[in-house]
Each structure stands twice: as structure tokens, then as C-alpha cells.
């Protein structure tokens, strides 16, 4: 089955840092990528949508100069976390879409998480 | 606007009981996707089902049986004879046919099984 990677899992940086994280799909390409945030016991909530070869495109209010997102390759998204605070402490998700030859994929598959502590 | 209400925050049973999870959505369009999502303490997501706006047959799988009815705009989640494994937080989540992949989450049920 289609396999979404995160790395790293686990991170714990001290404020005012940037931190990186990564997404990959294993064996498939994603046209399509999506960055989820999630904070303990709550919902998943959106954060952008990141398309190969285009910039990103940011839910409201979330801030595009803090929160940057590339997505340089069909496999690879990064989110990078800019002069983290204590309040961007949480549980980031992504999820990749397949591209199809000719057509569109409606399935989606999510990758296991970075939770990210900052300090 | 898309929306999905989980009126359950959290659900405790013992083992052996049968739990159903409810699902509310709001939409207007006439094709959109649902699905069901299990998140263990582990935090990773894992994929249950999809339906389709077109599909309003029930689905079974094993212990697992849903009920989407869109009289009621409801995708209900029943597990039968439920088990401590099955501790954990479970998300509705719904997707228009016409935006690739986003996803509209519930807030979710937390679900406990007791021994």
C-alpha cells in the first residue's frame, strides 16, 4: 500500500528556532499535499495546501511567513516552522495525493506525524 | 460551507458491548465524500472507509458497520462487540468531489473500552 513518511517524528527545538519537517511519499507520486495541524485533543485543522511546482496555498489565518511550505519534487513537501514559539507547539500531519495518468485520485494517505515541542 | 458535527466527545463501554458513533454533515454540494478515520494514542491516522455521496448502501467489515443516510445528513459508525484495541479517538471527516483531497474533520470521539 501507498506509504507517506514524516521526519522526524519527534521534535524539541528552543524558541525563536526554525525547525524543518519533512514529508515523503514512498512509493508514489503526490501532485497534491496537505498540512494538518493538531492540537492535543482537538480536530485536525488545515493549514495549506501545497502543490508540486506552485506555492502553497495558506488557510485563513494561518501565517505564510512563519508556516513555509515547499514542495520542490513529486514525492517531497516541506513545512519549515520559522522563529518558533511555545504556541506552535503541536502534532503537524501531512497527507499525500496520488497523481494519476489522465485522471484524478480521490484517496489520500496521511503520514505518521511530527510532534513538535518548542521549548 | 462544508461542516461535520461529532456531538459525542467521548464514549466510554465495557468489552463485549456495541457503540455507535454519530456523524452529522453539512453540505451543499451533491457530490462529496465521507470518511472515517481511527487515530490510536500512537497519533498516525488510519483510514476506515470512504462513501460516496451516491452510495447509500450500508457497508459492513467485520466488526465495523456504518450507516449513511442522507435523509439525515448522518454517516454513523458501529462497532459490534467492541474491544480494548478499539480504544481510541475516531474522526468523520467529509471532502467536496470538487476540491482534490481536502479533507473537513469532525472534532471527534474519544472512545474508551474498558476490560
Known amino acids: 500500500g501507498a506509504v507517506v513518511s514524516q521526519h522526524p517524528s519527534r521534535v524539541i527545538c528552543k524558541s525563536g528556532t526554525s525547525v524543518k519537517i519533512e514529508c515523503r511519499s514512498l512509493?508514489?507520486?503526490?501532485?497534491?499535499m496537505f498540512w494538518y495541524r493538531q492540537f492535543p485533543k482537538q480536530s485536525l485543522m488545515l493549514m495549506a495546501t501545497s502543490n508540486e511546482g506552485s506555492k502553497a496555498t495558506y488557510e485563513q489565518g494561518v501565517e505564510k511567513d512563519k508556516f513555509l511550505i515547499n514542495h520542490a519534487s513529486l514525492t517531497l513537501s516541506t513545512l519549515t516552522v520559522t522563529s518558533a514559539h511555545p504556541e506552535d507547539s503541536s502534532f503537524y500531519i501531512c497527507?499525500?495525493?496520488?497523481?494519476?495518468?489522465?485522471?484524478?485520485?480521490?484517496?489520500?494517505?496521511f503520514g505518521p506525524g511530527t510532534r513538535l515541542t518548542v521549548t | 460551507a462544508q461542516k461535520v458535527t461529532q456531538a459525542q466527545t467521548e464514549i466510554s463501554v465495557v468489552e463485549k458491548e456495541d457503540v455507535t458513533l454519530d456523524c452529522v454533515y453539512e453540505?451543499?454540494?451533491?457530490?462529496?465524500?465521507l470518511f472515517w478515520y481511527k487515530q490510536p494514542p500512537s497519533g498516525e491516522l488510519v483510514f476506515l472507509i470512504r462513501r460516496n455521496s451516491f452510495d447509500e448502501q450500508n457497508e459492513i467489515s467485520g466488526r465495523y458497520s456504518w450507516n449513511f443516510q442522507k435523509s439525515t445528513s448522518s454517516f454513523n459508525f458501529t462497532i459490534t462487540a467492541s474491544q480494548v484495541v478499539d480504544s481510541a479517538v475516531y474522526f468523520c471527516a467529509l471532502s467536496r468531489g470538487s476540491t482534490l483531497g481536502r479533507l473537513y474533520f469532525g472534532r471527534g470521539t474519544q472512545l474508551t473500552v474498558w476490560p
Open positions: 512509493d508514489f507520486q503526490a501532485t497534491t
Open positions: 497527507s499525500a495525493v496520488p497523481g494519476l495518468a489522465g485522471g484524478v485520485s480521490y484517496e489520500q494517505y
Open positions: 453540505t451543499r454540494d451533491t457530490t462529496y465524500y
